[in-house]
């Protein structure tokens, strides 16, 4: 791996910059809320299904939940269909976006409906899990706008340690490369999760520090993108 010093970020990007982000609203009729968020190359569709009752495991007046999926043809060697039983991959990822959901959003603000978001990856260049986050707050805002409720902005940003520098969102040559990966997911009120892997070496608590204050500076520019996109939904 090259050293930091002569070696360029595929994008040209400063080691602290975010990928241009845009979001097309409602590219599905009938869904309660639906958006493909376009992150770099990373582009996922957002779907979210608004539907009455809730499962019978929960005391609270409303549950979520979330689906995600590669589809055919969005990664370099064709993404099989997980027919039968999902992957242990697709399984963390879905359960991250819920867990994620469930963070921010007040169950009992859903008056006894369940929201369930489905997560499509359309083309896969890094950063998946993130943008389906950062996608579904502006579907799940605008379907839960049927039951009056706003919950607060949520997103996810990836990071990466390369040769001991910190390199913020990484596209899919760079996280094919990284010595630690990262996702942060973040909350206007605070933090909802923290992965950070060690890859190929470890990471000091000074540079997962660093990592999470990037997080944190970087959350009102994605809640500038999700507020700009909820204002041209009407929301």
């Known amino acids: 791996m090259s050293d930091l010093q002569t070696w360029t970020r595929p994008s040209q990007r400063a080691l602290t910059e975010l990928r241009p982000i845009t979001v097309e609203l409602s590219p599905q009729k009938f869904a309660a809320g639906s958006v493909i968020i376009k992150w770099g190359d990373t582009h996922v569709l957002c779907s979210a299904s608004l539907e009455e009752g809730v499962p019978s495991f929960t005391d609270k007046l409303g549950w979520v ?9 969005s990664t370099h060697t064709r993404a099989r269909r997980e027919r039968k039983s999902v992957g242990g991959r697709t399984a963390e990822i879905q359960r991250l976006i819920a867990r994620s959901l469930r963070g921010a959003i007040d169950l009992d603000q859903l008056q006894e409906h369940t929201l369930t978001l489905d997560c499509d990856v359309i083309q896969a260049d890094g950063g998946t899990r993130c943008a389906a986050i950062t996608g579904s707050y502006i579907a799940s805002s605008i379907a839960l706008s049927r039951l009056g ?16 520098h910190v390199l913020t969102d990484l596209c899919y040559e760079e996280d094919s490369q990284v010595d630690v990966d990262c996702n942060v997911v973040w909350c206007e009120s605070g933090l909802i999760e923290v992965q950070g892997t060690a890859e190929r070496g470890t990471f000091t608590p000074a540079q997962l520090s660093e990592m999470l204050t990037r997080a944190n500076a970087l959350s009102e520019q994605l809640f500038a993108v999700q507020r700009e996109a909820l204002q041209r939904a009407g929301v």
């Open 149 to 164: 409720y706003r919950p607060p902005h949520f997103a996810a940003v990836s990071f990466g340690l390369m040769n001991g």
């Open 65 to 73: 939940g979330a689906e995600y999926s590669l589809l055919p043809g």
